[in-house]
């Protein structure tokens, strides 16, 4: 009987050191998740869930590097955004950003690096081959003014200007330039309803506060206005 109790108090004693150093592992895990999501949550924009500026680039700069010149850096600027906001209220405006994010996640695939850059600035950074390039801004285009329909039954017309760039159209494959032609190309068709496609004038384009003035000779496609 003796030696019974002794095995039973040597399993107790085992059973309790493994409890206990097991809570210590247990609270690191709680702790490892929660801040996996604090960090999770400093990497995405909270109105639309996309990517910040930061991970958005990093993301953006491994595609590049993985697909070379069937790499496509779209960006998007929303139109009359604004007047959406002055005319319907902050909430309409919150709810146009997010379709627009929704939209922009559909139309680039899971894959892809999309990023709110800020206010209504959009950024894209997908593979995609020169063959395609064409009917697939197109399609975004059409994405991108389809209404926005609210919670409380209004609806939204909505607009935005699409500028797109490749290492193939401007000749580099360098990211920021790439992002620079892509903006000029979207300043010189803003408010035209299509997408504009950057050359390889572009990624030297002078800007004024950022932003460029449009200027003639674009290649355009999309929807008309």
């Known amino acids: ?106 139309w680039a695939g899971p894959r892809a690096a999309v990023g709110r850059l800020g206010g209504d600035e959009f950024a894209v950074v997908l593979a995609l081959p020169a063959a395609r390039l064409e009917q697939r801004l197109a399609q975004l285009v059409r994405m991108l003014h389809t209404p926005v329909v609210l919670e409380d039954g209004r609806t939204v017309d909505v607009a935005a200007s699409v500028g797109a760039a490749t290492p193939h159209t401007v000749g580099y494959r360098d990211l920021t330039v790439l992002q620079r032609a892509a903006d000029a190309a979207l300043y010189d068709g803003k408010h035209s309803g299509r997408a504009a496609v950057a050359s390889p004038a572009h990624t030297t384009a002078p800007a004024i506060n950022g932003r460029r003035p449009g200027r003639p000779g674009t290649a355009l496609w999309g929807r008309a206005a």
Do not use: C, E
């Open 1 to 106: 009987m003796d030696s019974v109790l002794r095995v039973q108090a040597r399993i107790g004693q085992r059973a309790l050191l493994l409890t206990t150093a097991a809570l210590p592992l247990t609270g690191w895990a709680v702790h490892a998740v929660a801040l996996h999501r604090q960090l999770a949550a400093t990497r995405k924009d909270p109105l639309t869930g996309l990517l910040r500026r930061d991970s958005y680039t990093a993301r953006a700069l491994r595609i590049l590097a993985r697909h070379g010149d069937d790499t496509a850096v779209v960006l998007v600027d929303q139109d009359h955004f604004k007047a959406v906001n002055d005319t319907m209220g902050h909430a309409a405006g919150d709810a146009v950003l997010a379709a627009t994010a929704a939209r922009l996640t559909a």
